[in-house]
């Protein structure tokens, strides 16, 4: 008699049990400027999810960045790292502000932001920009051509010029700076490993952008991605200078699914991509490794603004919606709290730096009230007539 095949489904839901009896440790790093704000945002709508599904979340607030140097002495306090490597997911507001800009570069709150990078061996960053239909006014583009824009900058986070040597040498007035950007083939090949999985689970596009007619470790990259593109011919491969790179993401941004690129040329394309929804406040990220994935906004924190309740909420909780579908596999609870956004956003409820000119905006609790009220309602129809709905 031949074994029977074992039936992988009884499994499966014994295990999707077991992860929500479990529950997620979600470490959360508020940091400085509008982070708190923004962060406890993503943290209510989160806590909905939770007491609507059955997930337990468990939520670790830890020190880190400027409110870290001022409360221990440094931005990334070994705690904060203990604390961040024992957890399902990382949740980070900002940091930064005037206030630690004059502290030497290696102990400023940005230099906890390498560390926690490096640390937790977070080589890939992903920065999707999409237009919501009810931000399409809000988008420098005509409406025909924001609406097809759908595209995913895959930032090398790990290696290149930010972690390369930076020194200064001689006497005032006559002083030498440096920088050094370089790339091993390990690191250059994981990063474009990586983006050619993220295409392939999309729209089966990869456009590299790099340096390679000025930089050598431009050229070492091409090589490298057009070597790699081999093992994925279902996937149209591109190669972009990062000049024009930079203007065919204004002129015509559509054409791009995903783009993987350095660290520095990922940090440069990914604001002014941004720049084609409208906004920064609406951006989401994620940074993957081997460990933990690390989500935040990409806005910064923005001290000008900060303790006002009007920055946007918005890249913080559409950070929090990434983490529940790419660490978590909840994709029915990121839908839900992306539609409630939707709908208060249809509603024509804007914060400030996504009002139209001459219409009211309002406070970031407002915001997230409305969105939290909106969610409580989608789940309220989702219970009557099922999660098919
Ligand atoms: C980002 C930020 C950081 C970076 C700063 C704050 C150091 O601009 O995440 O894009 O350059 O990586
Ligand atoms: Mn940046």
Redesign the pocket.
């Known amino acids: 008699m031949s074994a029977k095949p074992i039936d992988p489904e009884p499994l499966n839901q014994l295990l999707s049990t077991a992860a929500k009896n479990a529950g997620k440790r979600i470490v959360v790093l508020s940091g400085d400027g509008i982070g708190p704000e923004v962060t406890s945002a993503a943290v209510t709508l989160l806590q909905d999810c939770a007491a609507e599904s059955g997930y337990k979340f468990e939520f670790i607030e830890m020190p880190f960045g400027g409110i870290a140097i001022d409360k221990c002495g440094k931005p990334f306090p070994e705690e904060t790292l203990a604390a961040c490597r024992a957890a399902d997911a990382v949740l980070l507001g ?3 502000g005037p206030k630690w800009d004059s502290l030497p570069l290696n102990n400023r709150p ?1 230099s906890g ?2 560390a926690l990078r490096q640390e937790l061996g977070l080589f890939a ?1 992903v920065r999707p920009i999409k237009v919501r239909p009810a931000l399409l006014n809000i988008s420098p583009l005509r409406a025909e051509r924001a609406k097809n824009v759908n595209l995913e900058i895959v ?1 090398e ?1 790990a290696g290149g010029i ?1 972690f390369g040597e930076h020194k200064s040498e001689g006497a005032a007035g006559s002083e030498r700076a440096w920088d050094v950007e370089s790339y091993t083939t390990t690191e250059i090949d994981r990063i474009v490993r990586f983006a050619f999985e993220r295409a392939a689970h999309r729209g089966n596009h990869l456009t590299s952008v790099d340096k390679a007619n000025v930089l050598a470790s431009s050229v070492l990259w091409r090589a490298r991605a057009k070597e790699i593109a081999a093992s994925y011919p279902r996937v149209k491969t591109d190669h972009m200078y990062v000049d024009n790179a930079s203007l065919q993401l204004v002129i015509a941004p559509e054409q791009f699914d995903v783009i993987v690129t350095s ?2 040329f990922g ?1 440069i394309l ?2 002014g991509a941004a720049g084609v929804e409208g906004s920064l406040g609406l951006i989401p ?1 994620m940074s993957w490794g081997l460990g933990p994935s690390l989500y ?1 906004p ?1 806005h ?1 924190s923005a001290p000008g603004i900060a303790g006002k309740n009007i920055a946007c909420p918005i890249g913080a909780i559409s950070s929090a919606t990434m983490m529940l579908r790419e660490s978590f596999d909840m994709h029915a609870e990121a839908q839900a709290i992306d539609a409630a956004i939707n709908h208060v956003l249809e509603s024509g409820i804007r914060t400030a730096d996504i009002a139209e000119r001459g219409t009211q905006s309002v406070s970031t609790s407002e915001f997230v009230s409305r969105t939290h009220s909106a969610m409580r309602e989608h789940f309220s129809q989702v219970e009557r007539y099922g999660w098919a709905v």
């Open positions: 900002a940091v930064g940005e932001l390498f960053n930032r986070l930010y660290n520095m940090d990914s604001d990220s935040e990409i910064g």
